[in-house]
């Protein structure tokens, strides 16, 4: 009986403890396993660099494929697609508008009036002009008529492509380590190849080893299981699996990610990952993203009179201002109309009219005019100080068609009798700007100009004179405004209204005055083309000083300038003392960007998201701020951030006087500039903080409203100001940065450290931006998801509706070309409506990764209590638990 239990049990020891020789063969397999995962996880990595190799690859192949003959590229000056880099180019024997991805080497581009060069180029004198650089420009004096000649466009041969620069950020930029992937690593190779293989290893071949040196001869624990059992214990610590599971997980939440959105892959990305740690949406780019492409009309402000009978003398109350606001309604995806908030809108119809006929004269039509006149004032504001050339007229025909003075929506905007191609006149001065704002990092006016279109009446025997422009310039040249009734000489009290509405309307959007007079006599072909600037230096003799009476008649008005219809205007002073001057003030009109309805709610859906949406925006703290509020992000007190280089601190460059005040004309002081002496006289006390403060028409209820009471608000905490400053205050101060949802005055380079900063600070980032704009293709790279969303091309003027969708929309559109390189850059590629899933999605991302995560934990806990029972079968003298074929 002794001997049979000794057998049975030592059979069943042998059984527990007998590790088969079929172990060798089971390592040599998971040995080769091993090298064949290795050169399968190289071939994935390969792969991914192929994934945006092939992409880059196919797109270019298609454009090889196109002929540059049948590409179609956007009208020259073309106001809707502005934002996107465009550069004037000879192509086939054309001038036309290349999109700067589009240019190489050897192209010859055509450089505008203070344009920066779109790449580095080299010009006809062998000069060379590195992207970024602006070529000093001189102005010209015609000797004839005293004007200013247009300064014309540079030649310059491309000397490296745009395209080249993009590709080698595409490939070189490295992808940031996430925090899935980075928990992954630890688990893996600190934990798991530094810590616990080592330790049980070490610790199983020491118990191993002690036992095989006490047990007894009858647990026949033989010398290969001192070697066997360390390989056991350290077998399911390696988990030779982890990358399949991980890769398998990885195309499977991709797969599914991308039906979600409706799209086919475009990445290879762990979107999952991405989207589940996601802490920060970075929008950078307004203007048919988040707003539509063009400002349209927020308020109309005009005179009128508060009865009938006659004022006296001196009568500050005989006329009121009237303002009236208007929104924006869409009607279609790329359909907006323009609509009154009051309903009594009608009752104004005849202060209303002259205005939209000064619209109708003064149209987009004359854009590309308006467009050169803009690159010469950038050239001047160079050298005026405090100022900058603004595009602040804009296409205003949707309040012809919504008053009914244009009837036919789809005719031409002109009337018959005034169908001609005009003629169009720029008059700026070199007035410098406003002082300085407390708490505004860059504040610029806009320089003092006026854009006149002069059209020629077949029905009568004068011209129709139609000026937009600067508030200042304007009224200096009106002596008389509409009152809705009549014409009513303009007196200091509607001169000071119409400058604070616009002071207030240009700081946080965009304003224009507009003016009308009739004028007889001819242009002279000589002066046509050319620009007018007015001398700043004069003073009025008291024996020209025109007393002004409360109403007069036309043909009063010119007998008393002694206007000769038949005169030709032959020089500048001509112009201005017989075309510009003597014109009556129509009103003024205030234009704002207007949020769009899908911004606006992706904005709500982030926040309740609990996701930061940012908005870097290149507009100044005002504008940004104006515009920040309608999208529903916080833009008060400690909420935004201005990203430019304080000027104080920087040290401003000194203009020399003489180089401010130049006068480039050598005619004589006219009436003119005694006005402008005078009106300079009468606003001297105006600045910016006493009008924001103390201006009449802040206590007048018409005048004032909530958009209306922006006003700078003092850095009280002490904010970061300029790029530079932000990481030195998050090291020493806090973390406001990192909290705030505007960043004001961006451009491409701040924004890429700015976003960099987040990221270095464990921020996780997608970025948004438009598929147009080519500048943006570090900002997609350095982003841990990016996104390009093709920005909105409707037109609010609808007399050009259908020339805009043939030029951006044709198949083969350069536009459309030029979008497909840049969303080379970008890891999606989505519409509007697909946008509004991104928080949804976000949402699912979080609960998919926490599965993974819980079940990544579950498989680590698994393996690591399956080593530690094997270990401790060989601390107690137990048989071996686990057999190779179970591990």
């Given at each position: 009986?002794?001997?049979?239990?000794?057998?049975w049990?030592?059979?069943n020891?042998?059984?527990?403890?007998e590790?088969?020789?079929?172990?060798?063969?089971?390592?040599?397999?998971?040995?080769?396993?091993?090298?064949?995962?290795q050169?399968?996880?190289?071939?994935?990595?390969k792969?991914?660099h192929?994934?945006?190799?092939?992409?880059?690859?196919?797109?270019?192949e298609?454009?090889e494929?196109?002929?540059?003959?049948?590409?179609?590229?956007?009208?020259?000056?073309d106001?809707?697609?502005?934002?996107?880099?465009?550069?004037?180019?000879?192509?086939?024997g054309?001038?036309?508008?290349?999109?700067?991805?589009m240019?190489?080497?050897?192209?010859?581009?055509?450089?505008r009036?203070?344009?920066?060069?779109?790449?580095n180029?080299?010009?006809?004198d062998?000069k060379e002009l590195?992207?970024?650089?602006?070529?000093?420009?001189?102005?010209?004096?015609?000797?004839?008529?005293?004007?200013?000649?247009?300064?014309?466009?540079?030649?310059?041969?491309?000397?490296?492509?745009?395209?080249n620069?993009?590709?080698?950020?595409?490939?070189?930029e490295?992808?940031?380590?996430?925090?899935?992937?980075?928990?992954i690593?630890d688990?893996v190779?600190r934990?798991?190849?530094?810590?616990?293989?080592?330790?049980f290893?070490?610790l199983s071949?020491?118990?191993?080893?002690?036992?095989?040196?006490?047990?007894?001869?009858?647990?026949?624990?033989?010398?290969?299981?001192?070697?066997?059992?360390?390989?056991?214990?350290?077998?399911p610590l390696?988990?030779?699996?982890?990358p399949?599971i991980?890769?398998?997980?990885?195309?499977?939440?991709n797969?599914?990610?991308?039906?979600?959105?409706g799209?086919?892959?475009?990445?290879?990305?762990?979107?999952?990952?991405?989207?589940?740690?996601?802490?920060?949406?970075?929008?950078?780019?307004?203007?048919?993203?988040?707003?539509?492409?063009?400002?349209?009309?927020?308020?109309v402000?005009?005179?009128?009179?508060?009865?009938?009978?006659?004022?006296?003398?001196?009568?500050?109350?005989?006329?009121i201002?009237?303002?009236?606001?208007?929104?924006?309604?869409?009607?279609?995806?790329?359909?907006?109309?323009?609509?009154?908030?009051?309903?009594?809108?009608?009752?104004?119809?005849?202060?209303?009219?002259?205005?939209?006929?000064?619209?109708?004269?003064?149209?987009?039509a004359?854009?590309?005019?308006?467009?050169?006149?803009?690159?010469h004032?950038?050239?001047?504001?160079?050298?005026?100080?405090?100022t900058?050339?603004t595009?602040?007229?804009r296409?205003?025909?949707?309040?012809?068609?919504?008053?009914?003075?244009?009837q036919?929506?789809?005719?031409?905007?002109?009337p018959?009798?005034?169908?001609?191609?005009?003629?169009?006149?720029?008059?700026?001065?070199?007035?410098?700007g406003?002082?300085?704002?407390?708490?505004?990092?860059?504040?610029?006016?806009?320089l003092e100009?006026?854009?006149?279109t002069?059209q020629m009446?077949?029905?009568?025997?004068h011209?129709h004179?139609?000026s937009?422009?600067?508030a200042?310039?304007?009224?200096?040249?009106?002596?008389?405004f509409?009152?809705?009734?009549?014409?009513?000489?303009?007196t200091?009290?509607e001169?000071?209204?119409?400058i604070?509405?616009?002071r207030r309307?240009?700081?946080?959007?965009?304003c224009l005055?507009?003016?009308?007079r009739?004028?007889f006599?001819?242009?002279?072909?000589?002066?046509?083309?050319?620009?007018?600037?007015?001398?700043?230096l004069?003073?009025?003799?008291?024996?020209?000083?025109?007393?002004?009476?409360h109403?007069?008649?036309?043909?009063?008005?010119?007998?008393?300038n002694?206007?000769n219809?038949?005169?030709?205007v032959?020089?500048?002073q001509?112009?201005i003392?017989?075309?510009?001057?003597?014109q009556?003030?129509?009103?003024?009109v205030?234009?704002?960007?207007?949020?769009?309805?899908?911004a606006?709610k992706?904005?709500?859906?982030?926040?309740?998201?609990?996701?930061?949406?940012?908005?870097?925006?290149?507009?100044?703290e005002?504008?940004?701020?104006?515009?920040?509020?309608?999208?529903?992000?916080?833009?008060?007190?400690?909420?935004?951030?201005?990203?430019?280089?304080d000027?104080?601190?920087?040290?401003?460059?000194?203009?020399p006087?003489?180089?401010?005040?130049?006068?480039?004309?050598?005619?004589?002081?006219s009436?003119?500039?005694?006005?402008?002496?005078?009106s300079d006289?009468?606003?001297?006390?105006?600045?910016?903080?006493?009008f924001?403060r103390n201006?009449?028409?802040?206590?007048q209820s018409l005048l004032?409203?909530?958009?209306d009471?922006?006003?700078?608000?003092?850095?009280?905490?002490?904010l970061?100001?300029?790029?530079?400053?932000?990481?030195?205050h998050l090291?020493?101060?806090?973390?406001?940065?990192?909290?705030?949802?505007l960043?004001?005055?961006c451009?491409t380079?701040?924004?890429?450290?700015m976003?960099?900063?987040?990221q270095?600070?464990k921020?996780v980032?997608?970025c948004i931006?438009?598929?147009l704009n080519?500048?943006?293709?570090?900002?997609?790279?350095?982003a841990?998801?990016s996104?390009?969303?093709d920005?909105?091309?409707?037109?609010?003027c609808?007399?050009?509706?259908?020339?805009?969708?043939l030029?951006?929309?044709?198949?083969?559109?350069?536009?459309?070309?030029?979008?497909?390189?840049t969303q080379?850059?970008?890891?999606?590629?989505?519409?509007?409506m697909?946008?509004?899933?991104l928080?949804?999605?976000?949402?699912?991302?979080?609960?998919?990764?926490?599965?993974?995560?819980?079940?990544?934990?579950?498989l680590?806990?698994?393996?690591t209590l399956?080593?530690l029972?094997?270990?401790?079968?060989?601390?107690?003298?137990?048989?071996?638990?686990?057999?190779?074929?179970q591990v």
């Amino acid at each position: 009986m002794k001997n049979a239990l000794e057998d049975w049990y030592g059979a069943n020891v042998v059984n527990d403890n007998e590790i088969d020789y079929s172990l060798l063969v089971i390592y040599i397999v998971l040995f080769l396993f091993t090298f064949i995962l290795q050169y399968w996880q190289n071939q994935i990595v390969k792969a991914n660099h192929l994934f945006l190799y092939n992409k880059v690859k196919g797109i270019v192949e298609e454009i090889e494929r196109l002929s540059t003959n049948d590409l179609q590229y956007p009208q020259i000056y073309d106001a809707i697609v502005e934002d996107m880099p465009l550069q004037l180019a000879k192509r086939d024997g054309r001038v036309c508008q290349v999109p700067r991805l589009m240019l190489v080497t050897k192209d010859i581009v055509l450089l505008r009036p203070g344009q920066k060069a779109p790449c580095n180029c080299e010009l006809v004198d062998g000069k060379e002009l590195h992207q970024g650089e602006k070529l000093e420009r001189q102005m010209q004096v015609c000797e004839e008529t005293d004007a200013i000649e247009p300064l014309e466009l540079v030649e310059a041969r491309v000397t490296s492509s745009p395209i080249n620069h993009n590709l080698e950020n595409l490939f070189t930029e490295q992808e940031n380590l996430l925090q899935f992937e980075a928990q992954i690593n630890d688990a893996v190779h600190r934990i798991n190849e530094r810590i616990l293989i080592p330790l049980f290893f070490v610790l199983s071949l020491l118990l191993t080893a002690y036992r095989f040196f006490n047990a007894d001869d009858e647990s026949l624990f033989h010398t290969r299981f001192v070697f066997a059992v360390p390989f056991l214990v350290a077998l399911p610590l390696i988990c030779p699996l982890y990358p399949v599971i991980i890769y398998l997980i990885k195309t499977t939440n991709n797969r599914q990610v991308f039906n979600a959105f409706g799209i086919v892959s475009q990445t290879t990305k762990d979107l999952v990952a991405i989207l589940s740690a996601l802490t920060t949406v970075a929008i950078i780019d307004k203007k048919g993203i988040l707003s539509l492409p063009e400002p349209s009309i927020r308020k109309v402000m005009f005179f009128k009179s508060k009865g009938t009978k006659e004022p006296d003398d001196g009568d500050d109350d005989s006329t009121i201002p009237e303002i009236l606001n208007l929104s924006s309604i869409q009607v279609s995806d790329d359909e907006w109309e323009l609509d009154f908030d009051e309903s009594s809108w009608a009752l104004h119809l005849p202060s209303l009219l002259p205005m939209a006929y000064n619209m109708v004269l003064n149209s987009c039509a004359h854009n590309s005019d308006f467009a050169r006149f803009l690159d010469h004032l950038s050239v001047v504001a160079d050298s005026v100080p405090r100022t900058i050339a603004t595009a602040n007229r804009r296409c205003m025909c949707q309040l012809p068609i919504r008053i009914g003075f244009l009837q036919s929506p789809g005719g031409s905007p002109i009337p018959a009798a005034l169908k001609n191609d005009g003629v169009t006149m720029g008059v700026y001065a070199r007035q410098p700007g406003d002082p300085p704002v407390s708490g505004i990092v860059k504040h610029r006016t806009p320089l003092e100009m006026a854009f006149c279109t002069v059209q020629m009446d077949e029905h009568s025997l004068h011209s129709h004179l139609s000026s937009q422009g600067t508030a200042k310039l304007i009224l200096d040249a009106c002596t008389h405004f509409w009152s809705g009734e009549k014409v009513m000489p303009l007196t200091v009290k509607e001169r000071r209204l119409s400058i604070d509405f616009h002071r207030r309307h240009s700081m946080t959007g965009h304003c224009l005055a507009l003016a009308y007079r009739p004028v007889f006599g001819q242009i002279d072909q000589g002066l046509i083309g050319k620009y007018i600037e007015l001398p700043l230096l004069g003073t009025l003799s008291s024996s020209e000083t025109v007393h002004l009476v409360h109403s007069q008649s036309t043909d009063d008005l010119l007998q008393q300038n002694g206007i000769n219809p038949a005169k030709v205007v032959t020089n500048s002073q001509d112009f201005i003392n017989d075309v510009f001057t003597g014109q009556i003030l129509c009103g003024l009109v205030a234009l704002q960007y207007e949020a769009m309805p899908w911004a606006t709610k992706l904005v709500e859906l982030l926040d309740n998201a609990c996701v930061r949406p940012v908005f870097f925006s290149k507009e100044n703290e005002l504008r940004s701020r104006v515009f920040a509020e309608k999208l529903g992000l916080e833009a008060g007190w400690n909420c935004h951030i201005t990203l430019a280089e304080d000027e104080d601190k920087a040290g401003k460059r000194k203009i020399p006087a003489m180089e401010i005040f130049s006068c480039s004309t050598k005619s004589k002081i006219s009436k003119l500039n005694g006005r402008f002496a005078k009106s300079d006289a009468l606003l001297a006390n105006l600045d910016l903080e006493s009008f924001a403060r103390n201006s009449p028409t802040r206590r007048q209820s018409l005048l004032t409203s909530d958009e209306d009471k922006v006003a700078p608000i003092p850095n009280k905490a002490q904010l970061p100001t300029g790029i530079d400053e932000v990481r030195p205050h998050l090291e020493a101060v806090d973390n406001v940065p990192l909290l705030v949802g505007l960043f004001t005055d961006c451009n491409t380079t701040s924004t890429l450290e700015m976003i960099t900063i987040m990221q270095d600070y464990k921020e996780v980032v997608a970025c948004i931006g438009s598929s147009l704009n080519s500048f943006n293709t570090q900002i997609h790279r350095k982003a841990n998801l990016s996104i390009s969303v093709d920005p909105l091309q409707c037109s609010s003027c609808k007399h050009e509706k259908a020339a805009i969708n043939l030029s951006l929309k044709g198949s083969l559109s350069a536009i459309s070309v030029a979008s497909r390189l840049t969303q080379m850059s970008t890891d999606m590629h989505l519409n509007q409506m697909q946008c509004l899933k991104l928080p949804a999605i976000i949402g699912c991302a979080r609960h998919r990764m926490a599965s993974v995560r819980a079940s990544l934990l579950f498989l680590l806990f698994a393996s690591t209590l399956f080593s530690l029972t094997v270990v401790l079968s060989s601390l107690f003298f137990l048989p071996i638990i686990f057999t190779e074929l179970q591990v």
